[in-house]
């Protein structure tokens, strides 16, 4: 478990917030790629993680959908979610070639016909102009831009990609004040997690972008209405999604529950404190310029 009353003295003693540091945009080597992959496995340090975004998809995935994830790496989201919505096409857009290999290797063993890939820069997505989607989604990815430009290209680029009623969802780390506040949460990840993984997870969280920039960012690019959802006393994660757009059917159901019922006792409570520590902000209508 993390030291909650550590990581609120060093965040809240610290005097000012860092400045990001970028990180490569695509990840092409290949031990990093297992590692990551290797991360993301039921039982690993993201389980908590994933169930919390499976959960939360399922009130915002329709039968017919188009949907694309932005930066999707090797897609461990999007192997997931592809069999449990069969009638829904999904593509997953990346630079990595080594990512998207994993990724369109791993779908068609699992005969995921629905499931597609592009290499491209989710800034502009040339193969889909002109087109329009029903859902973006994003995990664990936007850090990764290199930039404050290019995370304002990705959101209005959302904002042309998406259908009328369609949806978005967005997380992602935010940047913490105190390096010792990022040592405890990398030590938390390394219990579980390869060497190669938490050097990358470490690197990702220098490379997070200021909460108040993206969420001042989003507001000013993101088709509206939509919540945005900070994590409570610390700035460390942010969920950026519109309202539901359906009821999650009974075989979605079922999985979910299958995957609450396998993890551990440690990865429910932190999955539960992901559900209830989110200090949530509803942007209903367009602002109007002065």
Known sequence: MLPLPRILWHEYT?????????EPE???????????????EWGGPT????????????????????????ACG?????????????????????????MLDYLRRNAAERGLANLSVLQEDIRFLPSLQGQRVDLVISTSALHHLPDEASLRQVFERVGTLLAPGGGFYFFDFALLKSARTRSLFVAEVARLAPAITVHDYEVSLQAAYPMDFVLQTAAAALPRPYTASPSALVDFLYFLQSPARTSPAAPVRERLDAVWRGLSPAMKLEHLMLRVMRRRQRLDATPVAD
């Open 47 to 70: 389980s908590a993680l994933q169930l919390h975004h499976m959960r939360e998809l399922a009130v915002m995935i329709r039968p017919g959908d188009v949907v694309v994830d932005l």
């Open 74 to 98: 090797p897609g461990p989201l999007l192997l997931e979610l592809a069999p449990m919505y069969p009638q829904t096409r999904f593509i997953g857009a990346d630079l990595s070639p080594t």
């Open 26 to 40: 695509a990840m092409t080597d290949a031990a990093q790629v297992a590692a990551y992959v290797k991360a993301y």
């Open 14 to 22: 610290s005097r000012a917030r860092p400045m990001r540091v970028p």
